[in-house]
Structure formats: structure tokens, C-alpha cells
């Protein structure tokens, strides 16, 4: 079974400066996906960004970037130049193929951008 | 529609009644997820639907959940002799379920059994 770990249950970082939040996942598969969800206190989850595994390239979305090692079976989110707005629970999620799985969750990273 | 909905908004119920709750996915979505939320956790899977069918219900924790999609878009959750432990939100997602398409939620359900 697929698990997702996300270390660090909080995280605070100052207004315009750049943070990073940890994802490391367990898997014996070789192409899968990776995500990034945003969850502000609205309650509603929002895909920040995502990552196929059989591409080496890092995704980058806007402020958005990923550190994608994929031997290491990890996946980190940048954020650069964070704004107030960022200030939310942060969950990194995976689908193993083939398609029509359901994704795993990570627990969580909640995100404080301080003014 | 424009997005997911779900409704109720929020719910609060006594211990041991039965509880419907309903998700409007994205139009043309043909995948639809069910996820449980517990305060401070990430989404829990409860049960995927493509199309009409349950394509995989291993989430669902007892036989007191159980989940319908008869028509191929609307969705319902329900949930029978509710209990304290079932206080939860509850996630409602769709996607188009070809490649890698990402999810996209609803605001979700805040059950809350008294």
C-alpha cells in the first residue's frame, strides 16, 4: 500500500520570503502522479501543482515549484515570495496508475505567512 | 456546473439517526471520490465511483456507509445509526478520470453527531 509523509505539521515563514514543505511517499510502482493541495480555512481543497513521475523536469507553477527525487521518493513545494494568502493546510497526495485510483493522502502541513 | 457542490453545508444529528449527504460533481466528470476529513488529518478515502459503479469502496469503514451514484452524476453518502465518531467533514471530488486529471473539491459537508 502507498503511504504519503509529510513531516512538519506547522511551518510559519515571513511575508515575501521563500519556504519549503517536506512530502516523502512509499511506493513499488514506477510511474505514478503527484499533487499538491491547498486548503485554506474556506475549507475547500485547491491543486496548487503536479508532477508526473516518468518526467524529470520540475514542475513550476507562478510562486509554485516542486523538488521532485524521485529515488528518493521525495517531493517538496516551494514557495517563493509568499504572500499572506498562502496562509493554509498544505497536502501532498498520490495516484498510483493505472488510471481511476483514488489518491492518498498526506497529513498535512499547516502554513502561517506572518506580515 | 461550475463547480462540485455539496449540500448541506453543515449537519448536526443525534446519535443513531441516518444521515444523507449529497455531492453535485463538475458537469461531465465521470470519476467521483468520497473522502472523510478528521480535524488536524489529511482526506481519508471512503469510495470511488466511474460512472455509475463503485469502482472501489475499500474506504468505506462499516456497513453503516454506503454510497449511490444511480444516474452517473450525482452522488449521495449515507450513513445509517450514526455515531459520535462519525463527526467529520466530508469531502466530495470529481475529475474527468482520464490520465493524470487532478481532483476538484467541494466545500465539503461538517457532520457533527451529538
Known amino acids: 500500500a502507498q503511504t504519503v509523509t509529510q513531516s512538519q505539521p506547522e511551518m510559519s515563514v515571513q511575508e515575501a520570503e521563500t519556504v519549503t514543505l517536506s512530502c516523502t511517499y512509499d511506493t513499488s510502482e514506477n510511474n505514478y502522479y503527484l499533487f499538491w493541495y491547498k486548503q485554506p480555512p474556506s475549507r475547500q481543497m485547491i491543486l496548487v501543482i503536479r508532477?508526473?513521475?516518468?518526467?524529470?523536469q520540475n514542475a513550476t507553477e507562478n510562486r509554485f515549484s516542486v523538488n521532485f527525487q524521485k529515488a528518493a521518493k521525495s517531493f517538496s513545494l516551494k514557495i517563493s515570495d509568499s504572500q499572506l494568502g498562502d496562509t493554509a493546510m498544505y497536502f501532498c497526495?498520490?495516484?498510483?496508475?493505472?488510471?481511476?485510483?483514488?489518491?492518498?493522502f498526506g497529513p498535512g502541513t499547516r502554513l502561517s505567512v506572518l506580515p | 456546473g461550475a463547480g462540485v457542490s455539496q449540500t448541506p453545508s453543515n449537519k448536526v444529528t443525534e446519535k443513531g439517526k441516518y444521515v444523507e449527504l449529497r455531492c453535485d460533481p463538475i458537469?461531465?466528470?465521470?470519476?467521483l471520490y468520497w473522502y472523510r476529513q478528521s480535524l488536524g488529518q489529511g482526506p481519508e478515502f471512503l469510495i470511488y465511483?466511474?460512472?455509475?459503479?463503485?469502482?472501489?469502496d475499500s474506504g468505506l469503514p462499516n456497513d453503516r456507509f454506503f454510497a449511490v451514484r444511480p444516474e452517473g452524476s450525482v452522488s449521495t453518502l449515507k450513513i445509517q445509526r450514526t455515531e459520535r465518531g462519525d463527526s467529520a467533514v466530508y469531502l466530495c471530488a470529481s475529475s474527468s478520470g482520464t490520465g493524470a486529471s487532478p481532483l476538484h473539491f467541494g466545500n465539503g459537508t461538517r457532520l457533527t453527531v451529538t
Open positions: 508532477q508526473e513521475a516518468y518526467k524529470q
Open positions: 497526495a498520490f495516484l498510483p496508475p493505472p488510471e481511476g485510483q483514488n489518491f492518498v
Open positions: 458537469s461531465g466528470h465521470t470519476a
Open positions: 465511483f466511474q460512472g455509475t459503479g463503485a469502482a472501489d
